[in-house]
């Protein structure tokens, strides 16, 4: 069940938190693995990692702001590797203030790396899905993205983004077999969270109907089921894994 072998998976944001987990268990699963980040010496250690534990992955430095790079990066790729069939979309950057004070760069940087950086890469690898009639493309956008969250218009505005970028896409592909869906994250246990304040924490913990922060793992497998073969008739959607902070 949710096996994923003899499959490409590319997944952006892959040096680590959620892109980490994503990868590491795509790779458990069988696929071949590109872990698309900027920090080559993470993407490296962790496809160190992967390769020992008996899964298959390679390093591709990719900057999601710079679309003109994204061909020849691609092709530096081994040709195994090259044909991508599932893609996540996970790298993701905040510069979070209340509007009067956002700057405009600050909305600028949040949107071309989080929806535009999505829009350029899926245009880029879809090409060979649509070509061999088979692909997953899998968006990880955010519960605030549904909801809003003061101090994240930004953040909010690239998220559902994501989520209309993504239906329009599921309308267009469907009839090539090409799965588009997204995955939205309540809040999740990363390095950025654990800096929160204990109140802060308890705070946000009570508005969460499972009572816990997610793990980085739960967001993880509602991935893998969008990618997997299983989940060939599910497209358009968007998986909410928020224990239950937004219903
Ligand atoms: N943590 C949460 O509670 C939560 C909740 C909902 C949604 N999310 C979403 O989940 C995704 C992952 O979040 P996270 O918590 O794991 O964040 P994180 O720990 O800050 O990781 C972000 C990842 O994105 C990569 N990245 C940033 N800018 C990039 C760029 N220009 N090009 C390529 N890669 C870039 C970073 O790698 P490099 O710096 O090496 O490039 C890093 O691997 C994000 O889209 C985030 O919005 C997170």
């Known amino acids: 069940m949710l096996r994923l072998d003899g499959k490409t998976a590319l997944v952006t944001g892959a040096s680590q938190g959620i892109g980490e987990a994503i990868a590491r268990l795509l790779g458990r699963q069988g696929a ?3 872990l698309a980040a900027r920090n080559e010496e993470k ?3 962790l496809a160190a990692e992967i390769d020992a534990g008996g899964g ?12 003109e790079t994204f061909g020849e990066r691609l092709k530096s790729l081994p040709e195994d590797y090259g044909a991508v069939d599932v893609l996540v979309n ?9 509007l009067a004070r956002m700057s ?8 071309r790396t989080n929806l535009t950086g999505a829009f350029a890469l899926t245009k880029e690898v879809v090409r ?16 605030v993205g549904m909801m809003g969250n003061a101090g994240q218009a930004n953040y909010a505005a690239a998220k559902a983004g ?7 896409l599921a309308r267009e592909l469907g009839s090539r077999s090409v799965t588009v869906n997204v995955v939205a ?24 109907a499972l009572k816990r922060l997610g793990t980085v793992d739960d967001v993880a497998w509602a991935v893998l089921f969008l990618a997997s073969e299983e989940a060939g008739y599910v497209t358009g959607t968007t998986l909410n894994v928020s224990g239950g902070l937004y219903i």
């Open 32 to 34: 071949r693995v590109v």
């Open 162 to 168: 994501l989520i209309g970028f993504s239906k329009s």
């Open 104 to 111: 405009l760069d600050d909305w600028e940087r949040v949107l």
């Open 128 to 143: 060979g899905m649509i070509k061999r009639r088979w692909g997953r493309v899998i968006s990880v956008s955010s519960v």
């Open 185 to 208: 994250p309540g809040y999740i246990q990363t390095a950025m969270t654990d800096r929160l304040p204990e109140a802060a924490r308890e705070e946000l913990t009570a508005a969460i």
């Open 56 to 67: 298959c992955a390679r390093p591709l430095v990719l900057d999601v702001t710079q679309p």
């Open 43 to 45: 993407l490296k250690r």
């Open 90 to 98: 996970n790298a993701g950057i905040t510069a979070d203030n209340l």
